[in-house]
Protein backbone atom coordinates (compact mmCIF):
# COMPACT_ATOMS: atom_id res chain seq x y z
CA UNK A 1 0.00 0.00 0.00
CA UNK A 2 1.26 3.80 -0.63
CA UNK A 3 -0.77 7.02 0.21
CA UNK A 4 0.31 10.19 -0.82
CA UNK A 5 -0.21 13.25 0.22
CA UNK A 6 -0.47 16.75 -1.61
CA UNK A 7 0.23 20.10 0.04
CA UNK A 8 1.37 23.37 -1.43
CA UNK A 9 -1.78 24.71 -3.22
CA UNK A 10 -3.32 28.05 -2.38
CA UNK A 11 -4.67 31.10 -4.27
CA UNK A 12 -2.23 32.78 -6.28
CA UNK A 13 -3.17 36.05 -9.16
CA UNK A 14 -2.59 35.39 -12.77
CA UNK A 15 1.22 35.07 -13.95
CA UNK A 16 2.04 34.19 -10.39
CA UNK A 17 4.11 30.97 -9.54
CA UNK A 18 2.89 27.84 -6.92
CA UNK A 19 5.26 25.22 -6.06
CA UNK A 20 2.77 21.52 -5.38
CA UNK A 21 4.29 18.70 -3.28
CA UNK A 22 3.61 15.16 -3.09
CA UNK A 23 5.03 13.16 -0.20
CA UNK A 24 4.59 9.08 -0.43
CA UNK A 25 4.36 6.91 2.31
CA UNK A 26 6.44 2.98 1.49
CA UNK A 27 10.01 2.22 0.94
CA UNK A 28 9.40 1.49 -3.00
CA UNK A 29 9.15 5.14 -4.12
CA UNK A 30 11.71 4.61 -6.78
CA UNK A 31 9.15 1.27 -8.20
CA UNK A 32 6.69 4.00 -9.74
CA UNK A 33 6.33 6.44 -12.38
CA UNK A 34 4.46 9.61 -10.88
CA UNK A 35 1.64 11.44 -12.32
CA UNK A 36 -0.30 15.48 -11.45
CA UNK A 37 -3.93 15.27 -12.66
CA UNK A 38 -6.17 18.40 -12.50
CA UNK A 39 -9.71 18.63 -12.21
CA UNK A 40 -11.61 22.09 -13.04
CA UNK A 41 -15.23 22.99 -11.43
CA UNK A 42 -17.75 20.94 -13.74
CA UNK A 43 -14.71 19.32 -16.12
CA UNK A 44 -13.25 15.72 -16.09
CA UNK A 45 -9.99 15.00 -14.67
CA UNK A 46 -7.29 15.72 -17.54
CA UNK A 47 -3.59 14.49 -17.58
CA UNK A 48 -1.01 17.51 -16.62
CA UNK A 49 2.31 15.49 -16.17
CA UNK A 50 4.32 12.79 -15.48
CA UNK A 51 8.34 11.56 -14.64
CA UNK A 52 9.93 8.34 -14.89
CA UNK A 53 11.22 6.35 -12.21
CA UNK A 54 14.60 7.76 -12.41
CA UNK A 55 13.11 10.82 -12.84
CA UNK A 56 15.00 10.56 -16.99
CA UNK A 57 11.57 11.12 -18.82
CA UNK A 58 8.59 13.33 -18.87
CA UNK A 59 5.85 13.87 -20.12
CA UNK A 60 3.08 16.79 -20.29
CA UNK A 61 0.07 18.04 -21.55
CA UNK A 62 0.26 20.92 -24.29
CA UNK A 63 -1.54 23.32 -21.97
CA UNK A 64 1.32 23.65 -19.69
CA UNK A 65 4.02 23.40 -22.20
CA UNK A 66 6.55 25.65 -21.02
CA UNK A 67 5.04 26.55 -17.95
CA UNK A 68 5.02 23.40 -15.59
CA UNK A 69 8.28 21.69 -14.56
CA UNK A 70 8.03 18.01 -12.65
CA UNK A 71 10.89 16.75 -10.85
CA UNK A 72 11.24 13.65 -8.11
CA UNK A 73 13.36 13.47 -5.10
CA UNK A 74 13.68 9.85 -4.41
CA UNK A 75 15.49 9.85 -1.17
CA UNK A 76 12.93 12.06 0.05
CA UNK A 77 9.97 9.83 -1.65
CA UNK A 78 8.50 13.18 -2.87
CA UNK A 79 7.08 14.87 -6.14
CA UNK A 80 7.38 18.39 -7.06
CA UNK A 81 5.25 19.92 -9.57
CA UNK A 82 6.51 23.93 -10.24
CA UNK A 83 3.90 26.04 -11.57
CA UNK A 84 5.51 29.01 -13.12
CA UNK A 85 2.74 31.80 -15.28
CA UNK A 86 -0.25 30.73 -14.21
CA UNK A 87 -3.38 31.61 -16.08
CA UNK A 88 -7.07 31.74 -14.66
CA UNK A 89 -7.86 28.17 -16.91
CA UNK A 90 -5.19 26.15 -14.53
CA UNK A 91 -7.70 26.38 -11.75
CA UNK A 92 -8.75 23.14 -10.77
CA UNK A 93 -8.00 20.24 -7.44
CA UNK A 94 -4.46 18.65 -8.18
CA UNK A 95 -3.79 15.22 -7.65
CA UNK A 96 -0.50 12.74 -7.86
CA UNK A 97 -0.51 9.81 -9.19
CA UNK A 98 1.94 6.24 -8.51
CA UNK A 99 1.75 3.42 -10.59
CA UNK A 100 3.92 0.75 -12.41
CA UNK A 101 1.87 -0.39 -15.34
CA UNK A 102 3.23 0.67 -18.97
CA UNK A 103 1.44 3.17 -20.95
CA UNK A 104 2.17 6.14 -18.46
CA UNK A 105 3.29 8.19 -21.58
CA UNK A 106 0.26 8.53 -23.32
CA UNK A 107 -1.43 10.63 -20.14
CA UNK A 108 -3.93 7.56 -20.03
CA UNK A 109 -5.57 7.65 -15.93
CA UNK A 110 -5.86 3.47 -15.54
CA UNK A 111 -2.11 2.82 -15.37
CA UNK A 112 -1.94 4.51 -11.58
CA UNK A 113 -2.70 2.66 -8.79
CA UNK A 114 -2.40 5.26 -6.11
CA UNK A 115 -4.21 8.53 -5.94
CA UNK A 116 -3.54 11.33 -3.60
CA UNK A 117 -6.54 13.29 -1.75
CA UNK A 118 -5.81 16.46 -3.84
CA UNK A 119 -4.81 20.32 -3.54
CA UNK A 120 -6.92 23.14 -4.42
CA UNK A 121 -5.20 25.45 -6.64
CA UNK A 122 -6.82 29.08 -7.50
CA UNK A 123 -5.97 31.18 -9.93
CA UNK A 124 -7.35 35.05 -9.84
CA UNK A 125 -7.63 37.35 -13.11
Known amino acids: QVQLVESGGGLVQAGGSLRLSCAAS????????MGWFRQAPGKEREFVIVISRSGGVTYYTDSVKGRFTISRDNAKNTVYLQMNSLKPEDTAVYYCAAGTRLGYSTGRQDVYDYWGQGTQVTVSS
Open 26 to 33: GRTFSSYH
